[in-house]
């Protein structure tokens, strides 16, 4: 699961701005190979008077993001954490470096074998002797998903 976390100060995105991010991210991820279910992106809106760094007010926009990778790991090779990052840097900075608006993220990895959707792991979470479970999740989920997104 990428889930991106995306802290902003009020009114830097417009609901189009938010929406094409999210598109972005999502075909970030599938030409990676990952199903689109898999990729959530959640926007919150930060107040002045609520953000802080270094102890003090912010006093220009910012956008600040937590990117956490559950479904695949960058596994310590550089040239997969360049890859994430060039990629992360081609949805975001558009809408924020490119503006003058400070962008900062860091990239979070969680075992997959700790991930669950609705009760079911998905099948990055399992070993090569666990194929044939892999498969019957990996129907399951995208069954379920086909319908609902």
Not at 34 to 62: I, Q
Not at 75 to 99: C, L, N, Q, W
Not at 113 to 120: H, T, Y
Request: charged letters at 25%.
């Amino acid at each position: 699961m990428p889930f991106w976390n995306i802290y902003h100060s009020t009114g830097v995105f417009t609901d189009q701005d938010k929406a094409a991010i999210a598109r972005g991210a999502t075909e970030f991820y599938s030409r990676a190979g990952l199903p689109a279910f898999y990729v959530h992106t959640l926007f919150t809106s930060m107040e002045r008077e609520n953000s802080f760094t270094g102890g003090k007010l912010h006093s220009t926009p910012f956008v600040l993001i937590e990117v956490a990778h559950v479904a695949r790991n960058w596994d310590g090779k550089k040239e997969h954490a360049e890859y994430i990052k060039k990629g992360i840097d081609r949805v975001m900075m558009p809408f924020t470096t490119d503006k003058g608006i400070h962008l900062e993220y860091a990239v979070l990895e969680g075992p997959a074998a700790l991930w669950r959707i609705d009760g079911v792991d998905p099948p990055e979470a399992f070993g090569p002797d666990d194929k044939d479970q892999a498969e019957v999740n990996r129907k399951i989920l995208a069954g379920k998903y086909r319908s609902s997104l």
